[in-house]
């Protein structure tokens, strides 16, 4: 074997993402003491209404994800099990009702809420968790309900899901005891489109080569932009990533050392494997360039109108990724493929995800047969290491390597 | 120009050697707990056999599960791409293979050049893998040898529904305390293990004319059952068990000089 290169620079911003990640958290554990309303929310929901009403939004996913990073996944997935929840469960689901109980995980648990918002665009298995956490904090709990858009948006559900928004915020004004300011409302909405759309950005420089960052980072810097939407923090911090990004692009500083293969990642991260599975690839000279998961906080960006941000949400929330049919994702999936000049997908069947999981074999089938590309599937799961047998994994990663390079006539 | 290939896999230890495209050697030990040991051993053990020294060898290539632990190996390989090398040596036509191992279970498909296209191999669990008829077998106090065998006389095949190879087990005792023909059960049992087998095929469409590699080929029950499952006849060859370490041998000889 060769000499190993030198790993690239880190991405400065990091510590700075970080530092605004514990000051978010900070102020939402001591939203009590500052009489300030904290409402758990779903990390597809609709948000912007809380930030425009100045409730503090909570992400048990987000959470779940850090519990996962932090390796803590496995006692707390056991407890919830103890519990009498089944392990088939998904995993932020068992960790989050664990940890309400225990108070454990990464920050000792996430501040009690005043209220639950539970939007079903990426699962029905939120409805459950949110009615068990709801009767456990006994606090009101708002389902926001929105049909899966299989081969379209029909005005029927355009309708129905309006009616959805003006239910939801007649309920936060119920329950904070405020009216919504409609001036802020819209000052919210701009600044979400505005993140998003920079969220986008970021994901966008990864289709230079090499790419200044991966699909790795991007699962890491994701976190702002699911709870901070909606505010000047995220508009900000992104524009500074942006800058930096493309720093590395104009000095030549790719992520994987001798960038020599492009991947596309689908489903969300093996939370507690980043590190390893990042390694795995870059021994490949692999560089994971991009994922269908984070691209869900920007993907619905063409249905969204900035300045009439209330009335476009309910078509942008009801047709994200994992609210579409299999066609519309294979299409979405085949259009990264050709953006970021993709030479093989991972596929990740995650145990915990059902929804994300189930179409996968269909997308695999539509991928070879449009493209010829390799896809790898392997089995694991996003919190819960349980379900990760690294050896078998290694192989298949190897293996599948092996393809991509004859593929790509280098073997 | 003489090749190596070894193969460690999780219950044996194959070596071949390859020279002007013809198969000059091949051994199998048991693997045990030293993979590197095991590797030496069997290396050494088909030296020994064709009178050849290491210094005759040009390249070796180790494969499977142990492959990292080869030190003398030029390149460590994976198992799909050796059975893919391996198969299309023994016969050019071949385009799709099932590789029944101890551990895990695998499908590849190759394309018209013999180059692996796409696999897809068995998820964690051990259900149609060498390892549950071991398991099985054990229950119905065969051996493996015979297990193969025996399942060919049955007259009416027991169903095992089980997914799982511990609640497949516990299904196969209760069918022993009901005194079902342990015929019958065996050949329910490689009705089972082939169904699971067979889906691994379906996922990647896989072509004919198909090889059946691995150790499991050994096993005329099991193709058998494999044959009604895929509905076709399965190629053999009497390399099956060392198809991955004549793959290795043959990758080596593409290695850069
Ligand atoms: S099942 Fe999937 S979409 Fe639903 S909460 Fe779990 S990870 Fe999220």
Redesign the pocket.
């Known amino acids: 074997m060769s000499d190993t290169p030198s790993p690239p620079p880190k991405i400065m911003a990091a510590k700075k993402m970080r530092d605004l990640m514990t000051t978010y958290y900070l102020e939402a554990l001591s939203a009590a003491q500052n009489h300030r309303q904290v409402a758990w929310i779903t ?1 597809g929901g609709p948000v912007e209404p809380l930030v425009a009403m100045d409730i503090i939004p909570v992400y048990p ?1 987000n959470h779940g994800a850090m519990i996962g990073s932090a390796k803590m996944g496995e006692d707390l997935c056991a407890k919830a099990e103890d519990m009498g929840y089944s392990g088939d469960l ?1 995993a ?2 068992r960790s989050d009702i664990a940890c309400a109980v225990v108070k454990g995980g990464p920050i000792g648990g996430l501040p009690k809420p005043d209220m639950l918002i539970c939007c079903n665009n ?2 029905g ?2 409805l459950k968790w949110y009615e068990i956490q709801a009767r456990y904090f006994q606090v009101p709990l708002f389902i926001f309900d929105t049909p899966v858009c299989h081969t379209g948006y029909t005005p029927e559900i355009a309708a129905y899901v309006k009616t959805q928004v003006n239910e939801y915020i007649a309920f936060l004004e119920q329950v904070s005891g405020k009216k919504m300011d409609p001036a802020r409302m819209n000052a919210v909405g701009k600044l979400s489109y505005e993140g998003q759309r920079l969220w986008q950005q970021v994901l966008n420089t990864t289709a230079h080569k090499p790419s200044p960052m991966s699909a790795f980072d991007a699962f890491f810097f994701l976190a702002l932009i699911v709870t901070l939407r909606g505010t000047q923090i995220a508009v900000d911090f992104y524009k500074e990533l942006i800058a930096e990004l493309e720093q590395r692009i104009k000095d030549g500083i790719g992520v994987v050392p001798d960038e020599t293969y492009r991947l596309l990642w689908d489903n ?1 991260p093996v939370w507690h494997r980043l590190k390893w599975l990042s390694d795995r690839f870059s021994a490949h000279q692999a560089c994971l360039v991009a994922d269908t998961y984070t691209s869900a906080w920007c993907g619905a960006l063409k249905y969204m109108d900035e300045n009439n941000f209330l009335d476009s949400m309910a078509e942008a929330y009801t047709r994200i990724y ?1 609210n579409i049919g299999v066609d519309e994702m294979a299409e979405e999936v085949l259009k990264m493929i050709r953006f970021y000049d993709i030479h093989g997908l991972v596929m990740h069947s995650n145990r ?5 999981s189930f179409g996968q074999m269909d997308i695999m089938r539509i991928v070879r047969e449009k493209t010829g590309i390799p896809v790898l599937m392997i089995e694991a799961d ?1 919190v819960d290491p349980r379900s990760f047998s690294e050896s078998q994994i290694e192989t298949r990663i190897d293996a599948f390597m092996e393809i991509v390079k004859h593929k790509a006539g280098r073997s | 120009m003489i090749f190596a290939g070894i193969d460690i896999g999780s219950n044996t230890a194959k070596a071949a050697l390859i020279q002007d495209r013809a198969i000059i050697g091949v051994r199998v030990i048991p693997t045990g707990y030293h993979h590197l040991k095991a590797g030496t051993r069997v290396f050494e053990d088909l030296l020994d056999q064709t009178g050849l020294s290491r210094s005759d060898i040009r390249a070796i290539v180790s494969t499977g599960y142990g492959r990292a632990s080869i030190d003398f190996a030029d390149k460590a390989m994976t198992e799909i791409l050796c059975h893919g090398a391996g198969a299309h040596f023994l016969d050019p036509d071949i385009r799709g293979i099932i590789d029944v191992g101890g551990q895990d279970s695998k499908a590849i498909a190759l394309d018209d050049q013999g180059q692996v296209d796409n696999f897809a191999m068995n998820d964690k669990c051990a259900a149609g893998t060498g390892r549950f008829l071991e398991v099985m077998a054990n229950a119905l106090e065969v051996s493996l040898d015979q297990m193969g065998e025996v399942g060919l006389t049955a007259d009416h095949p027991s169903k095992i529904s089980s997914i799982c190879t511990v609640f497949a087990e516990s299904e196969v005792i209760s069918m022993i305390a009901r005194q079902e023909k342990r015929e019958n059960i065996i050949a329910g049992i490689h009705q089972a293990a082939a169904a699971r087998v067979a889906i691994l095929a379906a996922k990647i469409r896989i072509q004919r004319p198909v090889m059946m590699t691995g150790g499991v080929a050994k096993n005329p029950g099991m193709i058998a059952a494999l044959e009604t499952q895929l509905n076709q006849a399965l190629i053999l060859s009497p390399y099956c068990q060392e198809t991955g370490a004549i793959g290795a041998a043959v990758l080596a000889s593409r290695l850069p000089a």
Do not use: D
């Open positions: 990390s996913e998904c932020y689901a990426i699962c298995t939120v969300l994992l915990s995800c059902k929804p994300y996003m």
